[in-house]
């Protein structure tokens, strides 16, 4: 398929869009400086949300938190039959978790709240199956959108919808709390949820034909690893520079 080919359909895309899709979802789910300073931000507010039982801070919060971003990378790897990108979007999960539950765990143990609140008794006993498909419905739009440039508007409204941030604030809270009834429930919404979301993307993305691009994709987070290499090069050996330049 060339470039300048185009094809009819809803889930018609050129090889172009395809490219320029993967190449965004690599850039906005990697695990750097920005990415971590929102997600912590996103956290924090969360954490002060749920323990101040305000729904509006929670929300504000769902905007600010990059968390879909790895996971539609996920849903992308799935589809490519891609180990690395699979490997680079779980290991970033990962560091979300647990970037997540600290911040939100330092939060709550230094505003020193005992008891559950009205937002932290809704996540001691989810309906899991009712924001599942609450998740995989976000999730498709989410993935279409993220191909479709015409419908961009739409993801913070997928943001909102998708119930990432507080299961995983509220993991750190009922570690602070010593909450066993909300750390399960937490987690246990937090996974439906991400299951969800990764189902329908691998659906979404699999009606694109982005399985046929994986080439592009591995050559994409190859370029990524070289950059993080040459970044941690230049600054070792500016280090050394001035090391070298202090004993002399």
Known sequence: MNDSETEDGLFAAGIFDQKRAVKKLIDESRADGDFYLLLSAASFITA???LMDNSIVIVGAMLVAPILFPILALGLGVVTDSFEAIRRAIGILIKTLLTGVTVSFITAFLIGTSSLTEQLNLLTNPDLLL???ISFAAGIVASYTWISEDTAMTLPGVAISVSLVPPLSAI???LALLSTELLIG????FLANLFGVV???VIIF???HLSEIRAYQDQKIEEEVEEKEAAVEES???EGDENASTVQ
Do not use: E, R
């Open 48 to 50: 002060i949300g749920l």
């Open 131 to 133: 924001y599942f498909f």
């Open 172 to 174: 750190g809270v009922s």
């Open 186 to 189: 937490s987690m246990l919404l």
């Open 199 to 201: 189902l329908s993307s």
């Open 206 to 208: 699999t009606l694109f």
């Open 236 to 238: 070792s050996q500016k």
